[in-house]
Nanobody, 127 residues
Framework: QAQPVESGGGLVQPGGSLRLSCSLP????????IGWVRQAPGKEREAVSC????????YYADSVKGRFTISTDVAANAVYLQMNSLRPEDTAVYYC????????????????????WGQGTQVTVSA
């Protein structure tokens, strides 16, 4: 049975925290950017954060700025998302993703070209 790519989701109360982890396939270690995308029921996917590997610059959607932090473990080819001050509107399935092509600047602008490698992890924020 294949190991899940994303993990760390769960049920948390508003104001709580979660840390998502993603173990990416080894062949993605050369991809230019890594990120997190979420999809709430009945809504389109929203890219919430990404990191460009050329300079470790990080980018965030306005909806999560100041609350979420993306980080990476290069040796493990893993990416993490620390989520603080969670709100009910953060409820969604969260997916990690990579961007193969190089980019200078905000990788969120190329979110439509992200590739997905797992089934996602459910985050539910509810009292």
């Amino acid at each position: 049975q294949a190991q899940p790519v994303e993990s760390g989701g769960g049920l948390v109360q508003p104001g709580g925290s979660l840390r998502l982890s993603c173990s990416l396939p080894r062949f993605t270690s050369g991809h230019a950017a890594i990120g997190w995308v979420r999809q709430a029921p009945g809504k389109e996917r929203e890219a919430v954060s990404c990191l460009t590997r050329v300079d470790d610059s990080t980018y965030y959607a306005d909806s999560v700025k100041g609350r979420f932090t993306i980080s990476t473990d290069v040796a493990a080819n893993a990416v993490y998302l620390q989520m603080n001050s969670l709100r009910p509107e953060d409820t969604a399935v969260y997916y990690c993703a990579t961007l193969y092509e190089g980019i200078l600047g905000n990788c969120l602008l190329l979110a439509s070209r992200f590739a997905y490698w797992g089934q996602g992890t459910q985050v539910t924020v509810s009292a």
